[in-house]
């Protein structure tokens, strides 16, 4: 599903964001990828749909060579993965369902195939009583879920999550990270940066840890520290 | 046609326009502002143009026959006339009705009634359509048989056909200046509220959507700009117009101001596309740096 090879990535100030970083992931996968702040992980992210560009090395999702992508073609990936943020990026003056239907209208999907979609959607989000309200009076877990809707709504085959819980607490976390499971067992690739250990020593799924810029592990149902469950400290 | 996507697209229009009154009204006024600069310069521009022209309508060639001049030799010039298309129309003045307009020139300062004979000549008097060609014409009559001089007012048509080209020039290159500086500052408000959007572009561009797509709602929006700030210009020259336009000519007769002479409905028109055309284009060019990609 998505192939990363010798990935190099230099902001113009010359910050070294991502060094020589190579990464399969396979589709259907859960994968978590962690690390402190600053060590890549929304680097990473930003490559897979086109939010900055690679110094060297070449990234491929589902066949398509990522980093020479250029202008619609650009457009037309994003359609076809979801991505979804710690701060929700929803449009404050649309309501829930109106914020789901841009990701269709954009598509340019027929009014007929949006009015089917939205609520199936909103729906498996579990937000289909709310989808009247606007961004401002739902609770950040709610809104969260608006995020998810309108990632999911297009059918992606990749989901990209950057710190989705980073706002949330613990319930609402849980409720998040659930929700993204489901998504997952439907088939569709998840990736997950986060830094919440609890979620990621719960779900015992693929642990892949940056460490400046570079992968440092990657492990199979692994944890946040490496071999460790929670609750155990890292010693040396 | 699906219907839902033109209410969608009109819905997105609609939204962003009525958000934000004090930035909208902002970019119309400047749109009327512009319009009603442009408008009146295109109207100054007319005025003076039509006065000139009248000047020149006004010039009159003098042909002049030698006194021996044969009534075939004049015959044959009045066949010529007739068929030169440049000339717009001729008069024959022979020399006793030549006499009778001095006299009433003169009116009594020269007494006439001392002449025992007419010594004028007969003569023609030719205006031409175009006045650039005064003296193309009166060139081709100067050889004619019989005729022994022609005269026009040489050094006049000179100065209003030079002026002319003068005033024209001038007045295109001011012309792009007023649409230039107008540009600029219309895209600077219209930059504005753009920036006040840029999440929402960034939003917009992260879900899928085109440069093209995202862009269409700023350009309708400036369309409206340009729509509305110079329908607000039109109704501002409209009464001015009807305020104005009796004084001006009172006080200022020999311009000849008559709506007659001006074609207002054109220059509507024209001020009307170009404020469309001003706040489409800056919209498409204020939000090109907000567009990533």
């Known amino acids: 599903m998505i192939s990363i090879r010798n990935v190099s990535l230099t902001y113009p100030n010359g910050v070294r964001a991502l060094d020589n970083v190579t990464l399969e992931i396979a589709k259907g996968d859960f994968l978590f990828l962690v690390g402190s702040s600053g060590t890549g992980k929304s680097s990473l992210l ?170 440092f592990t990657d492990e199979e149902r692994g944890f946040y520290y490496l071999g460790l469950g929670q609750g155990q400290v890292l010693s040396g | 046609m699906d219907w839902g996507k033109v209410k969608f697209f009109l819905g997105e229009v609609g939204r962003n326009f009525t958000r934000n009154a004090g930035m909208q009204a902002t970019a119309i006024g400047t749109v009327a502002v512009t319009v009603v600069l442009l408008g009146l310069f295109l109207f100054v521009r007319l005025t003076l143009a039509g006065v000139g022209d009248r000047l020149l309508k006004q010039i009159e060639i ?28 001729f008069t024959f003045v022979p020399k006793a009705e030549g006499l009778k307009e001095l006299r009433r020139q003169t009116q009594g300062s020269i007494d006439v009634s001392i002449l025992t004979q007419n010594p004028l000549p007969d003569k023609f008097r030719v205006r031409v359509t175009d006045p650039s060609e005064v003296a193309a014409v009166a060139d081709s009559l100067r050889g004619q048989p019989g005729v022994a001089n022609v005269v026009y007012g040489k050094t006049i048509v000179g100065r209003l056909l030079q002026l002319g080209v003068v005033l024209r020039r001038i007045s295109i290159v001011l012309i792009v200046a007023l649409l230039f500086v107008a540009s600029i500052i219309i895209s600077n408000t219209i930059r504005l509220t753009v920036f006040a959007r840029r999440r929402e572009i960034a939003i917009m561009q992260l879900v899928g959507a085109t440069a093209t797509y995202v862009r269409m709602p700023f350009v309708c929006e400036g369309v409206l700009h340009g729509l509305i700030g110079s329908l607000v210009a039109l109704a501002i020259l409209g009464i001015g117009k009807a305020a104005l336009w009796s004084k001006l000519a009172l006080a200022l007769p020999w311009l000849e101001l008559n709506s007659a002479h001006v074609a207002l409905a054109p220059i509507a028109l024209q001020l009307l596309a170009v404020g469309i055309a001003i706040g489409a284009l800056s919209s498409w060019f204020s939000i090109g740096r907000y567009l990533r990609t």
């Not at chain 1, 954009?106 to 989000?125: C, F, K, N, S, Y």
């Not at chain 2, 030698?66 to 004049?74: D, G, I, V």
């Open chain 2, 62 to 89: 003098s042909v002049y026959f030698h006194t021996s001049a044969t009534t075939a030799q004049e015959n044959h010039l009045r066949d010529a006339l007739r068929a030169d298309r440049r000339v717009a129309s």
């Open chain 1, 46 to 215: 930003k490559l897979l749909y086109h939010d900055a560009i690679p110094t060297h090395g070449e990234i491929v999702v589902d066949g398509i060579r990522v980093d020479k992508l250029r202008g619609a073609r650009v457009a037309s990936l994003r359609r076809h993965l979801g991505v979804i943020f710690q701060d929700f990026k929803l449009l404050n003056d649309k309501t829930v369902w109106e914020n789901v239907a841009f990701a269709m209208h954009v598509t340019g999907a027929h009014t007929r195939e949006i009015e089917r979609q939205v609520p199936r959607t909103l729906d498996l989000v579990g937000l289909a009583h709310k989808s009247r309200m606007f961004p401002s009076e739902l609770s950040g877990g709610e809104q969260q879920r608006t995020a998810i809707a309108r990632a999911i709504v297009n059918n992606p085959k990749l989901l990209l999550c950057d710190e989705p819980t980073g706002n949330l607490d613990p319930e609402n976390t849980a409720e998040i990270m659930d929700l993204l499971l489901r998504i997952n067992t439907k088939g569709t690739t998840v990736v997950v940066a986060t830094h919440n250990q609890s979620v990621v020593d719960r779900m015992r799924k693929r642990v892949v840890r940056l460490e400046d810029g570079r992968i």
